[in-house]
């Protein structure tokens, strides 16, 4: 009975009017949803574009650092014989100054070699400064001090630190 009497009170809409109430609720619904899909999908598309560029610096930067480490073995070795030829010239041998000037040389092409890699190796870790996280800048940090240090054992530990690191931060599982 009082349901009926509610009914009875409760004044009646206009059905162009609910018409229009239900187009456009439909139309902000649809705005609403496409606003935060689109909102949804930039963030995605942004994360990606992160993910890709940290893959390829991470990548970029590894290689150029086996590749300097490298380098950086032959100049030692060469230091080496530079010091063995140094004796010899003291001691006397002819033949030490020849060789001190082919070893010059050597040393020389060496340098040039490095060069550019180490230029690269800059541009690369300025855009990983960027790009981040802190943990694999840290890791790549440890590893850089690693190399200077001629140290094999802890330079392997550091680049596996590196390499954990930059799995993490791409949400590699291996």
């Known amino acids: 009975m009082i349901l009926a009497q509610a009914a009875e009170q409760a004044a009646a809409i206009d059905p162009t009017l609910l018409t229009f109430l239900i187009i456009f609720g439909a139309v902000g619904v649809t705005t609403l949803a496409g606003v935060g899909l689109a ?3 930039s963030h995605r598309d942004h994360a990606r574009w992160v993910r890709e560029r ?3 610096g991470f990548t970029r930067i590894l290689a150029l650092a086996e590749r300097s480490a490298r380098i950086l073995e032959e100049g030692m070795e060469m230091m080496e014989r530079s010091e063995a030829v140094r004796a010899a010239h003291e001691a006397g041998d002819k033949n030490a100054g020849p060789e001190a000037g082919d070893l010059a040389e ?3 092409r ?3 070699r490095v060069r550019p890699i180490q230029a690269e190796l800059s541009d690369v870790a300025a855009t990983l400064e960027v790009l981040g996280p802190d943990r694999v800048i840290e890791a790549l940090n440890a590893l850089s001090d690693s190399y200077r240090k001629g140290d094999a054992q802890a330079t392997e530990e550091a680049k596996d630190a ?3 690191a930059v799995r993490k931060a791409l949400k ?3």
């Open 110 to 112: 060496n340098l040039e």
């Open 172 to 174: 590699i599982t291996a």
């Open 162 to 164: 590196f390499v954990i």
């Open 54 to 56: 940290r893959y390829e």
């Open 39 to 41: 909102f949804w999908q």
């Open 106 to 108: 050597e040393m020389e």
